[in-house]
């Protein structure tokens, strides 16, 4: 989240009384992230006042974004706490702000937890896995834009930024996601809706307890196993080094297994795509720091991070057996 394009107060009250929501009380632009526009919002009607993001959609398309739209309509009506879309008097929920595809969710409850342990963790994911299972009869389809074509795309582009020893360790672990893409268990992999960016400040919890999941702009068809390895990379290890952490890791994948049990392809493939969400991450970061946009409280994330991460992820491989 940061700001790319000013709203002014009058075309977000405008939008406000298009919805019916109320009057504008407080407009607010957000700082962190790097993809969107978002502003929160405070609407007050006669039962007093409201809070909401409003997101303005600077890469993804119009075309693009009912899949992510109507996706978290979908999984607030099945039950999964995650933001609803505010729909105007017509039902539609994708609508124009300042000349940009726009979107008004309801803000959720409480904060980020971004020191999390092994509870914290069991939640999220036995969460995300309820998230997957209600994802099945999702009808629309959009592929995950930032998977293994994206990747392939982009690292060409990257790689004149690097010295020699990170370029040499991009190129052997785009050259081994390749491979493990060809194999037949990478093809067994259960896949449907994923969330692909569920980091710690895209979960909110109030007095310990989860109470969503939000910042679906990632989202789209891939293996559900992709989706837990990128939250276990977040959620399960050191941030200083990257080291995994065992015992939330444990946690988290107890609970997931509790909701949906793992298949044999995916205990077979955690490790190569616990190494795929390091590097999906290095790659957009790289791209972010190097290729940087213009914006308002714009601070682009250290892509060395996921460097650190990958590495461990090479060096001390995790395998479904360790977690139990």
């Given at each position: 989240?940061?700001?790319?394009?000013?709203?002014?107060?009058?075309?977000?009250?405008?939008?406000?009384?298009?919805?019916?929501?109320?009057?504008?009380?407080?407009?607010?632009?957000?700082?962190?992230?790097?993809?969107?526009?978002?502003?929160?919002?405070?609407?007050?009607?006669?039962?007093?006042?409201?809070?909401?993001?409003?997101t303005l959609f600077e890469r993804l398309t119009a075309e693009q974004l009912p899949f992510y739209l109507h996706l978290m309509k979908h999984l607030a009506q099945h039950g999964i706490p995650v933001p609803d879309p505010a729909a105007d008097?017509?039902g539609d929920i994708l609508h124009t702000v300042a000349g940009k595809p726009a979107a008004l969710v309801n803000k959720l409850a409480g904060g980020h937890e971004l020191a999390p342990g092994p509870d914290h963790c069991s939640q999220v994911?036995?969460?995300?896995?309820?998230?997957?299972?209600?994802?099945?009869?999702?009808?629309?389809?959009?592929?995950?834009?930032?998977?293994?074509?994206?990747?392939?795309?982009?690292?060409?582009?990257?790689?004149?930024?690097?010295?020699?020893?990170?370029?040499?360790?991009?190129?052997?672990?785009?050259?081994?996601?390749?491979?493990?893409?060809?194999?037949?268990?990478?093809?067994?992999?259960?896949?449907?809706?994923?969330?692909?960016?569920?980091?710690?400040?895209?979960?909110?919890?109030?007095?310990?307890?989860?109470?969503?999941?939000?910042?679906?702009?990632?989202?789209?068809?891939?293996?559900?196993?992709?989706?837990?390895?990128?939250?276990?990379?977040?959620?399960?290890?050191?941030?200083?080094?990257?080291?995994?952490?065992?015992?939330?890791?444990?946690?988290?994948?107890?609970?997931?297994?509790?909701?949906?049990?793992?298949?044999?392809?995916?205990?077979?493939?955690?490790?190569?795509?616990?190494?795929?969400?390091?590097?999906?991450?290095?790659?957009?970061?790289?791209?972010?720091?190097?290729?940087?946009?213009?914006?308002?409280?714009?601070?682009?994330?250290?892509?060395?991070?996921?460097?650190?991460?990958?590495?461990?992820?090479?060096?001390?491989?995790?395998?479904?057996?360790?977690?139990?």
């Amino acid at each position: 989240m940061a700001v790319f394009t000013e709203v002014s107060a009058d075309e977000a009250r405008a939008l406000l009384r298009a919805l019916k929501l109320g009057e504008l009380r407080e407009l607010r632009g957000i700082q962190s992230g790097i993809e969107n526009t978002n502003y929160f919002v405070t609407a007050e009607d006669m039962f007093g006042a409201t809070e909401y993001v409003l997101t303005l959609f600077e890469r993804l398309t119009a075309e693009q974004l009912p899949f992510y739209l109507h996706l978290m309509k979908h999984l607030a009506q099945h039950g999964i706490p995650v933001p609803d879309p505010a729909a105007d008097k017509d039902g539609d929920i994708l609508h124009t702000v300042a000349g940009k595809p726009a979107a008004l969710v309801n803000k959720l409850a409480g904060g980020h937890e971004l020191a999390p342990g092994p509870d914290h963790c069991s939640q999220v994911g036995a969460m995300l896995a309820r998230m997957h299972l209600a994802g099945r009869d999702y009808k629309r389809h959009q592929p995950n834009l930032r998977s293994l074509a994206w990747w392939n795309e982009t690292v060409p582009v990257v790689l004149p930024f690097l010295e020699p020893e990170q370029a040499a360790l991009l190129r052997s672990e785009l050259a081994f996601q390749n491979h493990v893409a060809g194999s037949s268990a990478w093809q067994a992999l259960p896949r449907g809706p994923v969330h692909a960016d569920l980091f710690r400040d895209n979960v909110m919890f109030d007095g310990g307890q989860l109470t969503g999941f939000f910042d679906f702009y990632f989202a789209g068809i891939d293996a559900w196993l992709f989706d837990l390895a990128v939250c276990l990379n977040d959620w399960a290890i050191d941030l200083p080094t990257g080291r995994h952490d065992p015992e939330r890791a444990r946690a988290f994948v107890a609970a997931y297994a509790s909701v949906r049990p793992l298949t044999a392809a995916e205990r077979q493939l955690l490790p190569a795509m616990l190494r795929a969400g390091a590097l999906r991450f290095w790659i957009s970061r790289l791209w972010d720091f190097h290729l940087p946009r213009e914006a308002s409280l714009l601070k682009p994330h250290d892509p060395t991070h996921f460097e650190r991460v990958l590495r461990q992820r090479i060096a001390q491989p995790v395998t479904a057996a360790a977690l139990g």
